[in-house]
T-cell receptor
Framework: DTGVSQDPRHKITKRGQNVTFRCDPISEHNRLYWYRQTLGQGPEFLTYFQNEAQLEKSRLLSDRFSAERPKGSFSTLEIQRTEQGDSAMYLC????????????FGPGTRLTVT | QKEVEQNSGPLSVPEGAIASLNCTYSDRVSQSFFWYRQYSGKSPELIMSIYSNGDKEDGRFTAQLNKASQYVSLLIRDSQPSDSATYLCAVNNYNQGGKLIFGQGTELSVKP
C-alpha cells in the first residue's frame, strides 16, 4: 500500500503531557499538510511543508504546536502541554507540487486529552 | 461569512434517487474545487475534483462548477445506502499555498 500513513491511530493522554504524531506521505509527493478536525466540522488547516521547508502555519497553531519534516520525507507534529481543547482528529495529507494537484489524506490520529 | 458554506443536513434520499449536494465559496480567485467523502470515524476520501466551469462526470458522480456564482455542486445518481456519509466541499487557492479550505460537510443518508 503506497497511501499516506499515520501513527499512532489513537492516542489518549493526560492534560499537560506532550504527544508526537508521525505522518508518512505518498513517496513521490513533495507537499505535506496537517489538518485538525473536530466533531461536526470540516478539517482546518494547520501547516504545510514543501519538501523540508515549512511554508505556512495557521494562527490555529499556537506555540505549543511544532511540526517538522527534516529530510523532506516523513513529518512529525508535536503538541506540548496538551489541553482538553486539543482533543481532535489530526489529519495528514500529501500532494504533488502543482496548481491543481489533489491532496490525499491518511487515516488520521485521534487524540483524546483527559 | 464563512469561506466555504454547505448545508449541514442531514439530507435524506431514497435508494435509487439523485442526491444533490451544494457548496458556495467566498474567495473569487479560488482555482480548484474538491469533493471528499467521509464515513463516520474515518478520514476524508477524495471522490471528485473540478477546475473549470461546467460539469465533470465520473461514474455515478457529477461535479458542477459555476465560478461566476461561486457555486459547486455534487450530484450522486442511483444513490445507494453505501453512499451514506458526510460529503465535504473543499476549495484551494494555489497562490495561497495550496491549503484546502473546507466546508462543514453535508451528511447524506440514503434509505433502502
Amino acid at each position: 500500500d503506497t497511501g499516506v500513513s499515520q501513527d499512532p491511530r489513537h492516542k489518549i493522554t493526560k492534560r499537560g503531557q506532550n504527544v508526537t504524531f508521525r505522518c508518512d506521505p505518498i513517496s513521490e509527493h513533495n507537499r505535506l499538510y496537517w489538518y485538525r478536525q473536530t466533531l461536526g466540522q470540516g478539517p482546518e488547516f494547520l501547516t504545510y511543508f514543501q519538501n523540508e521547508a515549512q511554508l505556512e502555519k495557521s494562527r490555529l497553531l499556537s506555540d505549543r504546536f511544532s511540526a517538522e519534516r527534516p529530510k523532506g520525507s516523513f513529518s512529525t507534529l508535536e503538541i506540548q502541554r496538551t489541553e482538553q481543547g486539543d482533543s481532535a482528529m489530526y489529519l495528514c495529507a500529501s500532494s504533488l507540487l502543482g496548481r491543481h494537484y489533489e491532496q490525499y489524506f491518511g487515516p488520521g490520529t485521534r487524540l483524546t486529552v483527559t | 461569512q464563512k469561506e466555504v458554506e454547505q448545508n449541514s443536513g442531514p439530507l435524506s434520499v431514497p435508494e435509487g434517487a439523485i442526491a444533490s449536494l451544494n457548496c458556495t465559496y467566498s474567495d473569487r480567485v479560488s482555482q480548484s474545487f474538491f469533493w471528499y467523502r467521509q464515513y463516520s470515524g474515518k478520514s476524508p476520501e477524495l471522490i471528485m475534483s473540478i477546475y473549470s466551469n461546467g460539469d465533470k462526470e465520473d461514474g455515478r458522480f457529477t461535479a458542477q462548477l459555476n465560478k461566476a456564482s461561486q457555486y459547486v455542486s455534487l450530484l450522486i445518481r442511483d444513490s445507494q445506502p453505501s453512499d451514506s456519509a458526510t460529503y465535504l466541499c473543499a476549495v484551494n487557492n494555489y497562490n495561497q499555498g495550496g491549503k484546502l479550505i473546507f466546508g462543514q460537510g453535508t451528511e447524506l443518508s440514503v434509505k433502502p
